[in-house]
Structure formats: structure tokens, C-alpha cells
């Protein structure tokens, strides 16, 4: 088949693998820096500073398609004009228009990295360790004019392990889509015939990292929480410590084996840039080498351990 491949990051890159190393080929691909920056921007990060997208698309020798939206008239012509057999669109942050599916009907395919319906939107590999999920994936489905809601072609389960990270997460899964594509292109009209709608009373949606999903809540949670959280958040954003009013960050933690009969968000101990507060279970946790998120962090960090922050304040 000839594909055109819509992507950006560890995604299309797994998925450009996949098919280089099938029998199917692929005819143009659009990297998001190209809608996103100007001529000379592009010019500038390519030659000067080159993404890992455009040295591994230069180091493939792919063509590239270069347009300013997937749904230009532009875009919608090349795709004609390459004689695509289907567009396959790996990590993507625009919403493709119904004239632009139109362009190939049922031919424009999304990988989306969990077990859909479950876990829509923009970062499940955060939200099933979050959520304490044994398993996720990777569904390959058709795409319509909303988000993560087409119709099923093929999907692989991915095992979460203990000490997965989103990052960690994320790699697999991308390595699940790589040696899944060339089966899926192998088998697409089958695949078409037997395709299954998704099951709305499944369905669940998450959105993108917010500031609140940053912060850890000593009242509510239990350290697994936690733990999970801290995992599930890296390597996108660091979690803080909210203390008098002021975000800690922190370098490495540990859950400790203590039980302390404290209000939860109590700091039970400190030595220097590191501190034990008591959890939503009476259990304590240690954090090392804090730093407080404000310019001069290095300043500001010492003078709150030594004259500010005090055992039995809270961090809540």
C-alpha cells in the first residue's frame, strides 16, 4: 500500500519503521513542525538545530509533504496526487475536517496508544498509571470528525509494568505500533469489512496535564497513589509539594515503612533539603533535595529549610 504518514515524535517514528520494514511504502510524510513554523523558523531549526523527526526523515530519505494545515486544499490535493492508498496519522494535535476524510473515505487510519474506547484523549500513558490499570495498548482505528471515536480495525495489548513511567509506557506502546503496522496494512480490507464500532458505555476521556494533576494531595492520597502519579507524569512535568503557600520540587522520594498517628500533610521530620510528611494512610514519605519553583530556586530553597519551613507545619 501507499501511505502518507500524518505525525510527529516516538509514534511516527515507530510507525515510519514498521512500514520501511514491510512491503508497503511510504509516498510523503508531514511532520508537525511544518504547519507549526514559518519558512525561515524551519529553515533555522532544521539546519541549525535539526528535531530528531526531520534527521530521522532525512536519514530515510522519505519525502516530505510540506503544507500549513491537514486541512488545506493543498494537502488534499497532494494526497491525490501521490495516489495514496491510505493516511495514516501517528500523534497529531490538529482536528481533521470531514473534507479532508472525505479525500480518501474509510482510508484514514489514527493509532491511538490505549485500549479504546477506554482512555481518550491527548495522554493516556499518563492516565492508565494514574488509574492503576494492569494492562493498555494500542488501537488502530478509523478516523471521523471527533477525537479517538472511529470505528476499531486491530488492537494489542501492552502489559504496565511495576515501575513503568509515562515515558517508559510510551515506548512500548510505540514499539507495540511498530510491528503491528505492517500486519494491519497487510490485512487493511479485511480489516474494513470486519471493523466494530466502539462501545460508548466504555468510553472515557481524559484531557491533556493540567496544573492540578501536578500537585500531590497528602490528604487524599495514599502513597501508591502517589508513586503512580510521580511515574505517570514523567517525563512531561515534575509533581510538587505545596508548603506555606510555595511549590517544592524534588529530586527523589521514598516511601518508608513508618507509621505515624498524624494528620495527613504533616512534615514529621526534616534534614537539610529533605523531608518526611505523613499520607492519606498515616504513612510516611521521604523527600530529597527539594527546590522551590521560583527564580534565585537555589537562594530561596535554603532560607525556607533553614528558617522557614518547621516540623508540624503542613504541606497541604
Not at 510528611?277 to 530553597?301: A, G, H, N, W
Request: hydrophobic share 35%; aromatic share 10%; with cysteine.
Amino acid at each position: 500500500m501507499r501511505v502518507v504518514l500524518v505525525g510527529y515524535g516516538e509514534m511516527m517514528r515507530a510507525l515510519a519503521l514498521g512500514i520501511l520494514n514491510s512491503k508497503h511504502e511510504i509516498v510523503g510524510i508531514l511532520r508537525s513542525e511544518t504547519i507549526h513554523h514559518n519558512g525561515i523558523m524551519r529553515f533555522f531549526n532544521d539546519y541549525v538545530k535539526p528535531s530528531d523527526d526531520y534527521i530521522f526523515i532525512k536519514t530515510h530519505s522519505i519525502p516530505e509533504i510540506k503544507v500549513n494545515s491537514v486541512n488545506s486544499n493543498k494537502f488534499r490535493r497532494i494526497i491525490k496526487q501521490l495516489n495514496a492508498d491510505i493516511v495514516l496519522v501517528g500523534s497529531w494535535r490538529e482536528r481533521f475536517s470531514v473534507h479532508t476524510l472525505n479525500t480518501l473515505p474509510n482510508h484514514f487510519v489514527n493509532v491511538h496508544p490505549s485500549l479504546l474506547p477506554k482512555y481518550r484523549g491527548p495522554n493516556p500513558y499518563m492516565q492508565v498509571i494514574i488509574h492503576n490499570e494492569p494492562v493498555s495498548g494500542i488501537t488502530f482505528h478509523l478516523m471521523d470528525v471527533n477525537y479517538d471515536t472511529g470505528a476499531i480495525l486491530h488492537q494489542k495489548e501492552v502489559k504496565i509494568l511495576r515501575d513503568d513511567t509515562g515515558g517508559s509506557l510510551r515506548m512500548r506502546c510505540c514499539d507495540t505500533a511498530r510491528n503491528e503496522i505492517g500486519f494491519l496494512l497487510d490485512n487493511f480490507n479485511e480489516r474494513l469489512v470486519n471493523q466494530r464500532s466502539q462501545n460508548e458505555t466504555e468510553s472515557s476521556y481524559w484531557s491533556q496535564i493540567s496544573l492540578k494533576d501536578t500537585i500531590i494531595d497528602f490528604e487524599s492520597e495514599t502513597p501508591e497513589e502517589i508513586d503512580r502519579r510521580i511515574r505517570a507524569l514523567s517525563p512531561w512535568t515534575k509533581c510538587y509539594l505545596p508548603i506555606k503557600g510555595e511549590f517544592f520540587s524534588f529530586r527523589s522520594y521514598q516511601i518508608t515503612k513508618n507509621k505515624l498517628n498524624q494528620q495527613a500533610g504533616t512534615i514529621v521530620n526534616k534534614s537539610g533539603n529533605t523531608i518526611f510528611i505523613v499520607c492519606k494512610d498515616s504513612s510516611v514519605m521521604k523527600f530529597s533535595e527539594l527546590k522551590i519553583k521560583r527564580p534565585f530556586s537555589q537562594y530561596l530553597s535554603k532560607l525556607f529549610w533553614e528558617k522557614i519551613i518547621k516540623i508540624n507545619d503542613k504541606a497541604i
